[in-house]
């Protein structure tokens, strides 16, 4: 008998405890449920209507100001937001802009067919004719831009970054500039071995748009002066024209697209696209451009990028 009441004490005790067990396990399966499934739950869903979603995406999520994995998720979901938003809304500018430098062209082009059609005299055709020619070649040249600029945009990721010398980057652009056509380019190196981390092509790309803009501006036989030097942190190009300088107004619109200032030449032989492709690669590589007018006349353009010591 004493040995049957022993059994039975240890079977009540081993229910005891499995109940036990049951009712922790059950406490803890709605406490994670509460802390863990249900925000993921949340947080899944809201991922996966980012793709449906029409209009600007939230850009803070549940949870986000939770200090564990949950926190860190939300928050970066929450930074993917924001920077679909930013694209969406430089995509959305970037059509409009195309949108309205495409229409200014086509436009004349269809009013000159038209007045051409209706045109008497051989002159008349002839003039009208011209204008058509000339809006083409500004579309040819304004397609051949937003190649540029479509390649620049998917190619950067992708260069093989390595220690680029600025000095002969710069030294085989200056002799190219020169050369065909007779511009005075003058280069002035402050510091040798001055070296950036980048892509010498696309780092010949930023300074070649500076230097062609620099020139085009500057009258005939005037110097174009470009140094290169360099502070603890950064290499500094600078690039001075002997041009007119530029307007107050427009010193934060130079570098946008599509946005040319040339008063002296009424038909827009440029489309605006150099200096915002120069922006956009030197950026890109951590560093900024500048635009301000040189005390003494015109205008001068400086380029800082990250050194490589």
Known sequence: MRILLALYAIRLRIFEIVLGSLVAAAILTLLAAATIVRPLTRLRRLASQLAERRGALPAVYPGATRKDEIGDLARALGELSRRTNDHVTLLQSFSADVSHELKNPLASIRTAAEMMADADSVEERT????????????????????????????????????????????????????????????????????RVMGSRDRLAQVFENLLANAISFSPPGAPTIVTIGASPADAVVTVDDSGPGIPDAHLDRIFARFFSYRPQEPQREHVGLGLAIARQIVESYGGTIAARNRPGGGASFEVRLPRVH
Do not use: H, K, N, Y
Request: proline residues 3%; negative net charge; glycine residues 6%.
């Open 127 to 194: 003039r009208f004719r011209d204008m058509m020619v000339r809006d083409v070649a500004r579309l040819e040249r304004l397609v051949s831009g937003l190649r540029d600029v479509a390649r620049v945009e998917g190619q950067i990721e992708a260069d093989v970054m390595e220690p680029i010398d600025l000095g002969s980057v710069l030294s085989e652009l200056v002799s190219a500039a020169t050369a065909p056509r007779r511009a005075r380019v003058e280069l002035i190196a402050e510091e040798t071995g001055i």
